[in-house]
């Protein structure tokens, strides 16, 4: 067995930057990371999926590179709709792909095989996949021979929140065409949405995970947000391409 932590969503800013909604997230990350040294320092990896700063530069992506310091050779990162392609290119240089156009990964773990991808449109708060990552995606999983897991901030699907829905994946029938076209596909695992959710597509199955810092209402309408508390998700991928996941709040 392999475990895989994601977090997302973490919209921390600098020192003396807003709440977030009136949450500090900036403390409620420093819990997080407090309580995955206590119980996951282990971890095989490590995965944030985007929104890392919340419109900030790079002094707060190198400050979130050496917090998480103790798991720097299991760490992998991808952007979200808050996040600056450049200056993650910069800080997270060792630990993502050499591509000008994307703050992307591909890695394996215990069968499997994990793709992380940057769907950050600069200026937008809905996503797509940048540069040539649909050709490079497609040419990853047309050659599998091991189950796969996607990483991507924004969902290819809608989660039952109107207005958090029209801020998701430009291209989900492209995207849903891709995943049954290849059945290698059988995880894809996103943020965007501060919220759990879980879904099929095809043979794939989806899930959503809580922000580290403020949530979403689920199933509203309009903005509105959650009481419920931050969170993290596990994933615990076996050899034979089964998992189990589960979601903590703290």
Known sequence: MAQIVQITDIHLVGDDGPLLLEHDTRAAFLRIKDYLYQ???????LIV????????GEQVYQELFDALAPWHDR??????????RMPMQKVFAPIIRDDHESVSFQ???NGWLLIGLDTLIEGAVEGD??????????EFVSAATKPVAIFMHHPPVFVGSRW???LSLTSLGVFSN??????????VICGHVHQEFQTKIFQADVFTT???CVQFKPNSVDFAVDKSPPGLRIFNLHSDGTFETEVIRL
Do not use: M, Y
């Open 178 to 187: 891709l995943v049954e076209e290849f059945e290698q596909i059988k995880l």
């Open 39 to 45: 119980h996951h320092l282990n971890c095989e990896r």
């Open 164 to 166: 958090v829905d029209e």
């Open 107 to 109: 890695d394996e773990l």
């Open 210 to 212: 809580p922000s580290t």
């Open 49 to 56: 999926t985007g929104d890392l700063a919340h419109d900030e």
């Open 129 to 138: 996949l940048a540069g040539q990552q649909w050709t490079w995606l497609r």
């Open 75 to 84: 760490l992998r990162v991808i952007p979200g709709n808050h996040d600056a």
